[in-house]
């Protein structure tokens, strides 16, 4: 069956840099179109990078663009997200998703916060 499992996550303190992993199991994962999407506090699940099959194409939202970086090693079956100049406002989990079929990891709470 379809697994996603992120890890990564944990309290860091506000301008420092943090690297989320994701490794898919249970399917051919270099066929698949990949993404990273938090949800904070209260808030509604936001899509923060796109990640094409390849990983020569990705697409990120505004909100990080510039700030975090999403990668993927299909030989290693997983997928990435470094994240830099970590915000109070990037509190949230941390999910990576896989667009077909709409699976979802169990997510990895990211706390920013000095």
């Known amino acids: 069956q379809v697994q996603l499992v992120e890890s990564g996550g944990g309290l860091v303190q506000p301008g420092t840099s943090l690297t989320l992993s994701c490794v898919a199991s249970?399917?051919?994962?270099?066929?698949?179109?990949m993404s990273w999407w938090r949800q904070s506090p209260g808030g509604e699940r936001e899509e923060l990078a796109y990640i094409g099959t390849s990983g020569t194409t990705i697409n990120y939202a505004d909100s990080v663009k510039g700030r975090f970086t999403a990668s993927r090693d299909n030989a290693k079956k997983t997928v990435y997200l470094q994240m830099h100049s970590l915000k109070s406002e990037d509190t949230a989990v941390y999910y990576c998703?896989?667009?077909?079929?709409?699976?979802w990891g169990q997510g990895t709470q990211v706390t920013v916060s000095s």
């Open positions: 249970g399917f051919p994962f270099s066929q698949y179109d």
């Open positions: 998703h896989r667009y077909t079929g709409d699976y």
